[in-house]
């Protein structure tokens, strides 16, 4: 995460309490939307709750569409966002792995965080268990540099590789949403479960 802010005035010890500030809110909202619960998270897999998908996907359309309307009136620069570099087979190995830990775990970091905060076991292990791989990553790191250096594309964006303008690629991505959210709808009444007590 970068700066709030790089005013004058503005020292590196306020951005920090604001980055914690934020990390709280954002914990609670997660905590408060149910993503401590391993089951619900899962449910998303096995398609008896998609609130997962639902959540995610309105925040990327709301943040989509807030950051071009703030670029629209001259109050964020777009072109000083910061893009991550896509590296193609490293980050599908990590979508692999990432995703096979998130089914067998039944979190991701974050949530398992937000888990762990309010006491959960699992979520105790699964924090624990991400710190070991943080680890081993790191210290295996020399040998699989090579690997995660390669297939680099820079820092593209997907609008650019399908050639389409910000505001057309975000309609397309509110009429993928609608669909989808269509979709997980039927998906919950046809893998429908009995409510489950999640009090690990």
Do not use: H
């Not at 934020?22 to 609670?28: A, D, L, Q, T």
């Not at 830990?101 to 888990?115: E, K, M, R, V």
């Amino acid at each position: 995460m970068g700066p709030i802010s790089s005013q004058p005035g503005f020292t590196e010890g306020l951005n920090l309490l604001f980055a914690f500030l934020i990390g709280i809110g954002f914990g609670i909202a997660l905590e408060q939307a149910g993503f401590s619960s391993s089951r619900k998270l899962v449910g998303m897999f096995y398609g008896y709750d998609t609130t997962v998908i639902k959540v995610f996907f309105t925040a990327a359309i709301v943040a989509l569409i807030g950051s071009q309307l703030l670029s629209l009136v001259g109050l964020l620069d777009l072109g000083k966002v910061t893009v991550n570099e896509f590296y193609v087979l490293p980050s599908i190995t990590g979508g692999i792995i990432m995703g096979a830990g998130f089914i067998l775990g039944g979190y991701c970091p974050g949530t398992g965080i937000s888990a762990l905060s309010i006491g959960k076991i699992d979520g105790l292990i699964f924090t624990i268990g991400g710190m070991f791989g943080a680890f081993l990553f790191a210290e295996t790191f020399p040998i699989i540099e090579d690997f995660a250096n390669s297939t680099r594309k820079g820092p593209i964006k997907i609008n650019e590789v399908l050639t389409l303008s910000p505001w057309l690629f975000t309609l397309f991505l509110i009429i993928i949403a609608i669909a989808m959210f269509r979709i997980a709808e039927q998906a919950e009444k046809k893998f429908t479960r009995p409510e489950i007590t999640d009090d690990l």
